[in-house]
């Protein structure tokens, strides 16, 4: 099991990304139904945070926030990719971002990012 993400880039404050997590190698049984994915973003010296999430069957979503009103997680089932649009962009949303993937159903709470066992390698965001 895969995740790449992509999109990321610098911006001007204000301004927007999107930026995509694209799964690959779930096979039969183990399915990208129904499972949790999240976005995380990660500064030098703080805490990786939990950015949004989505449940892939459906609701809930839930955002951090500090991103609700400007970032919008979404997903493409066809073709097995969550994104996250980032609108009015601010240069403490400078991070790395990270996609992960909930694959086991662990019942830890979204925002915990030891509840996700796949991760991306991560796509930078720059806000100036």
């Known amino acids: 099991v895969q995740l790449v993400e992509s999109g990321g880039g610098s911006v001007q404050q204000g301004g927007s990304l999107n930026v995509s997590c694209t799964a690959s190698?779930?096979?039969?049984?183990?399915?990208?139904?129904?499972?949790?994915m999240g976005w995380f973003r990660e500064t030098p010296g703080k805490v990786r945070e939990g950015v949004a999430m989505i449940y892939t069957g459906g609701r809930p979503i839930h955002y951090a926030d500090s991103v609700k009103g400007r970032f919008t997680i979404s997903q493409d089932k066809a073709k097995k990719t969550v994104y996250l649009q980032m609108d009015r962009l601010k240069p403490e949303d400078t991070a790395m971002y990270y996609c992960?993937?909930?694959?086991?159903?662990?019942?830890?709470?979204?925002?915990?990012?030891?509840?996700?066992?796949?991760w991306g390698q991560g796509t930078q965001v720059t806000v100036s």
């Open positions: 992960a993937c909930d694959s086991i159903g662990d019942g830890r709470i979204w925002s915990n990012d030891e509840k996700y066992n796949v």
């Open positions: 190698g779930f096979t039969s049984p183990l399915t990208l139904e129904n499972k949790c």
